[in-house]
């Protein structure tokens, strides 16, 4: 599956599939939440903790930023394969771009986990 | 060499696209940080209230406008909306003010 990724054989008509669905996904979201935020004073924190203390929020705050890391991931595909050149060093930057990604997934893993299940 | 207003537009939204991925730590990092305990919200709208985290709030604002407006457009055309060149050189302008006039309205008011 790695090899397959690295490759980045995985088809175009996938990518382009995968890259509107989140798109959808993301500006759904986004509009929601801009109107759940709306509704609060968020520079407090007991109002900015409360918006996230339903279950489809929170299911749906995770769902968005793992949708996000995707849709970048296949958009720095994209850039890099039009403007790298060598396959070497195109491979050698996306694994650093992945690096980057797979960081902020784990943060986000950790301090979610850690916030919504340990403390509840 | 004259740039045409649809690939201006479709430049940007490769540019913001890339300018959002390398600011999504420091949204990574902002979300998980004023979620995380009283203390770590104070901190965390201590440090956007600065003035260079609210130029790059500025910058990311924007991008994210763009991106959304030009993504947006993208679908249409995906939908064979907007294809003729009238429509997509209207549409185009239309991206580009747009976002920029609601960057405005936010910068003003952040």
């Known amino acids: ?36 935020i709306s509704n609060h004073s968020v520079f407090k924190y007991s109002a900015w903790v409360s918006i996230f203390d339903t279950a489809w929020v929170r299911f749906g705050t995770l769902i968005f930023f793992y949708v996000m890391f995707f849709h970048a991931w296949i958009g720095i595909l994209h850039i ?20 980057i990604i797979i960081l ?7 301090y979610l986990i850690q916030i919504w299940v340990v403390d509840a | ?27 990574t ?11 770590n919200f104070a901190k965390t709208i201590f440090i956007l209230n600065s003035w260079p985290a609210k130029v790059i709030q500025i910058f990311f604002i924007w991008a994210l406008l763009h991106h959304l407006m030009a993504g947006l457009r993208h679908l249409l055309l995906d939908l064979q909306i907007g294809n003729d060149l009238i429509l997509a050189r ?5 991206v580009l003010f747009v976002s920029f006039i ?5 910068a003003y008011w952040i």
Not at chain 1, 104 to 110: A, K, R, S
Not at chain 2, 4 to 16: C, D, E, G, Q, T
Not at chain 2, 90 to 94: A, C, D
């Open chain 1, 104 to 110: 902020q997934i784990l943060i986000i893993n950790f």
């Open chain 2, 90 to 94: 209207f549409s185009s302008k239309t």
């Open chain 2, 29 to 39: 990092w902002a979300f998980c940080s004023s979620l995380s305990s009283e203390l």
């Open chain 1, 80 to 99: 890099t394969e039009d403007y790298i050149k060598w396959f070497a060093i195109r491979r050698v930057i996306n694994f650093c771009f992945l690096v």
């Open chain 1, 1 to 36: 599956m790695n090899i397959k990724w690295f490759k980045e054989s995985f088809g175009g008509m996938t990518q382009w599939v995968y890259q509107r669905f989140t798109a959808v996904f993301m500006v759904i979201y986004l509009l929601i939440m801009s109107a759940l």
């Open chain 2, 1 to 27: 060499m004259r740039l045409p207003l649809p690939a201006l537009v479709s430049i940007l939204h490769r540019m913001s696209g890339a300018l959002l991925f390398l600011l999504m730590p420091f949204l």
């Open chain 2, 102 to 106: 609601l960057t405005t309205i936010v």
